[in-house]
């Protein structure tokens, strides 16, 4: 399949502008990562989003910090390691339960560093981009650390499917009207005083969520994070740290 006939099969499926989006930035993603050309679907997304397919015919409601730090602490260590974990990097479910601990770089009580490229997420996308790392510092991280230690060191973080989470969640009084995404909806509107108060980057809270463009103010270039490597210092000089001591 070439990007014109990708292009051709999007526009096929008959499905609503949100859903071709999708499979455009999928594909266009999965072309890039093959080192195939995929200029016509970065077009095709393009057209989309100026068509309003990236405007979403509805979302999830936010999630309170302490509500969800609450329900948290009811559940069994791998689930409340993940929420934890979802909160304090602003990420979606998905991405967050499909972590193993190995992508964990470092784990201490001050400090906890994640590295997001070997998610099967990841592996779609640009491994020397600035979002590939996320910096836990501040509030829960000592939870988290304490967290690691009653949880398998090999499994995924949870079996806990997205699908799954939203059920449970469906049946619970506390977490009633809220889904999995919920949890990152709830981050970044957390996250926005500190932006119209001055004290945090806009362009740090689109790293932090991995929306970061490349070139964006701030980013440090592929060429520089490819000689750099994946290591714990350059995941601190990213600075996903200034905003997870917020969350």
Known sequence: MTADSACLFVAATGI??????????????????????NH?????????RGGGAAIPDSQA???EKEKLVSYARLQQPS??????????????????????????????????IVDWFQTPKGRTHDPFKASRFAVIQGPLTTEIAMLFKKCAPFAPLTRLSTSALDSLWGQ?????????HSIKRGAVKH?????????????????LTKHEEEGGPGTLSRTTLRYAGGDVDLARALETGK?????
Request: glycine share 6%; charged share 15%; net charge positive.
């Open 16 to 37: 609503r502008p949100q859903g071709q989006l999708a499979y455009t930035k999928a594909l266009s993603a999965s072309f890039g990562a093959m080192g195939f050309e």
């Open 40 to 48: 016509p679907l970065r077009v095709l997304a393009k057209a989309l």
């Open 61 to 63: 409601t936010p999630l």
């Open 79 to 112: 689930v409340h390691l993940a929420l934890l974990v979802a909160w304090k990097t602003a990420s979606r479910w998905a991405e967050v339960a499909d972590l193993s601990f190995a992508q964990f770089l470092l784990v201490t009580q001050k400090e906890v």
């Open 172 to 180: 619970s009084v506390q977490m009633q009207g809220y889904t999995a």
């Open 191 to 207: 996250l926005l005083p500190l932006v119209t108060s001055g004290k945090l980057s806009p362009h740090l809270i689109d790293r």
């Open 243 to 247: 905003v997870t001591r917020h969350l």
